[in-house]
């Protein structure tokens, strides 16, 4: 369990600097510091971060030419707070029965055949049905009588063979008939590209931008990912009162959800504007959970957003 958690740095006092996971992975196995000297390594955290900065000494990152890199990556919280140590697979950060099961799910083999049978194109009905005949689950006589079930067997479509899924489903000539027509549609279909399920005619809605009043900036932000998680990236514009573009921004996020890409477009417009002393913002999202977030105090957000998150609030409350 301890080596699927990870703290977030609240103070860091209780935070082993080298053999702690708090970075990633602990910062000895990074560097293949040696088992022998990991057992000395006593400092915290707190001892490398002097007024809410990084203060790393010169001889450690000239010796560690990425050490620098890697703790610029963690964000030091602008309020006291205690260190937590966290479940790392969860957004929350908190572990569960049903975490853990999904987790040790996980680590079963993929199954190759999966996204063949759970399918857009085919009924969820059809699917369930294809699952279970790969599972060897259908209620046939066969089944029913491994089971103990005491029962005289004939397949109900021929009337000469025992009722097993596999007669059913390969040899039985009237389903064999009757199946192979429909697959053989199927494909047709699929090979020029016809859509099974047509979509839906799409919505126009009429949306009007509103410039915000004088000495006020606006910040129209948005996030995304391909597949939710996915690869994410986020990105806003500045403008004001005028409706004159004054600034914008965007960055890749890597591997992402999309209400996090939202969140992260939301603390970068807020940084920017603290950097630059815009301090009348008006941030403008289409994320319903982003403004229920701002509104909420006791949100959570996801653990590796947390602390920037609390450092954005804190940066645009009045």
């Known amino acids: ?43 915290k955290v707190s001892d490398y971060i002097f007024n809410g ?82 599972h060897n689950k259908v209620p046939t006589d066969e089944n029913l009588m491994l089971r103990g079930c005491a029962l005289p067997s004939m397949c109900s479509l021929c009337n000469k063979n025992v009722e097993s899924s596999f007669h059913i489903f390969f040899e039985c000539n009237n389903s064999k008939q009757s199946s192979s027509n429909s697959i053989r549609d199927f494909i047709v279909l699929k090979h020029f590209k016809v859509s099974i399920h047509p979509p839906k005619i799409p919505l126009l809605k009429e949306v009007l931008w509103q410039p915000p009043l004088v000495n006020w900036i606006k910040c129209n932000i948005d996030g995304a990912a391909k597949g939710n998680p996915g690869i994410a990236a986020c990105g806003g514009v500045f403008r004001n009162s005028d409706a004159n573009f004054i600034f914008c921004f ?33 941030l403008e999202t289409d994320s319903t959970l982003v403004v229920l977030a701002f509104k909420n105090s006791n949100t959570k957000v996801a653990w590796n957003l947390r602390n920037r998150w609390h450092n954005a609030i804190l940066a645009g409350s009045p």
């Open 1 to 43: 369990m301890f080596q699927n958690s990870i703290w977030l740095l609240g103070n860091g006092e209780d935070i082993n600097f080298w053999n702690d996971n708090w970075c990633g992975t602990p910062l000895s196995d990074t560097f293949n510091i040696p088992d022998q000297i990991k057992q000395s390594l006593s400092s």
């Open 53 to 134: 900065q990084w203060n790393l000494p010169c001889q450690l990152t000239h010796q560690f030419s990425n050490l620098s890199f890697l703790v610029q990556q963690i964000t030091i919280p602008n309020e006291p707070s205690n260190d937590k140590l966290l479940w790392k697979h969860t957004d929350t950060g908190e572990l569960n029965l049903s975490d853990a099961y999904r987790f040790k799910l996980q680590q079963f083999q993929d199954l190759h055949w999966a996204k063949l049978i759970w399918n857009p194109d085919i009924p969820p009905s059809k699917s369930c049905l294809a699952w279970r005949l790969m």
């Open 250 to 282: 965007a960055e890749p996020l890597g591997f992402a959800s999309s209400y996090q890409a939202e969140l992260c477009a939301a603390m970068t417009a807020i940084e920017i504007a603290h950097t630059r002393n815009w301090h009348n913002l008006w």
